[in-house]
T-cell receptor, first 117, second 117 residues
């Protein structure tokens, strides 16, 4: 079991460019979560998706950020027109079911570090 | 709003000794879950231990145990017989109901643990 796979591990973009971060959940997991970690901070929730559905995007910035989890393929976190403040580590996690019971513990990927020049 | 506070930005422990990392949280909910995650330099988020709030017995996983004081909203992590591989950032996290159809993990800012040979 390869675990949660994220790529790229490191991404450098200039201001105004687009960043695309990909996440393949663990085999058998149909729920994906994206978290952002700013320097010297803990992780902060961004969005929760199931296949083809956004369940909770209450942590997503209103502009420039979007996420999808298509029927086939990885989940994508897309950041348009990046700014320096977007520089952070972006973590994806997956679970076999939703976390409502707390029993379905999230498995995290190793993160993607975005640097905006 | 749910908050998680880790009051120790950095801690150090001698190899083979015991160290306790502090965590307090604030919530109005009565049923919830608490977690400790470890983040080594590789940045991978690794689940260390989990506690269900309805369980009075403190969770234990090998050398890791918690002291869960529900009334005080305190959830400290004790690491016994510390090893060099324990050196990492440790994050306390709290599973909350976002009210938007999902549950979210809320993280503290972390405690950086150094292990001295």
């Amino acid at each position: 079991n390869a675990g949660v796979m994220q790529n790229p591990r490191h991404l450098v973009r200039r201001r105004g460019q687009e960043a695309r971060l990909r996440c393949s959940p663990m085999k058998g997991h149909s729920h994906v979560y994206w978290y952002r970690q700013l320097p010297e901070e803990g992780l902060k929730f961004m969005v929760y998706l199931q296949k083809e559905n956004i369940i909770d995007e209450s942590g997503m910035p209103k502009e420039r950020f979007s996420a999808e989890f298509p029927k086939e393929g990885p989940s994508i976190l897309r950041i348009q027109q990046v700014v320096r403040g977007d520089s952070a580590a972006y973590f994806c996690a997956s679970s076999p079911q939703g976390t409502s019971s707390g029993a379905n513990v999230l498995t995290f990927g190793a993160g993607s570090r975005l640097t905006v020049l | 709003a749910q908050t998680v506070t880790q009051s120790q930005p950095e801690m150090s422990v001698q190899e083979a000794e015991t160290v306790t990392l502090s965590c307090t949280y604030d919530t109005s909910e009565s049923d919830y879950y608490l977690f400790w995650y470890k983040q080594p330099p590789s940045r991978q988020m690794i689940l260390v231990i989990r506690q269900e709030a309805y369980k009075q017995q403190n969770a234990t996983e090998n050398r890791f145990s918690v002291n869960f004081q529900k009334a005080a909203k305190s959830f400290s992590l004790k690491i016994s017989d510390s090893q060099l591989g324990d050196a990492a950032m440790y994050f306390c996290a709290f599973l909350t109901n976002s009210g938007a159809g999902s549950y979210q993990l809320t993280f503290g800012k972390g405690t950086k643990l150094s292990v001295i040979p």
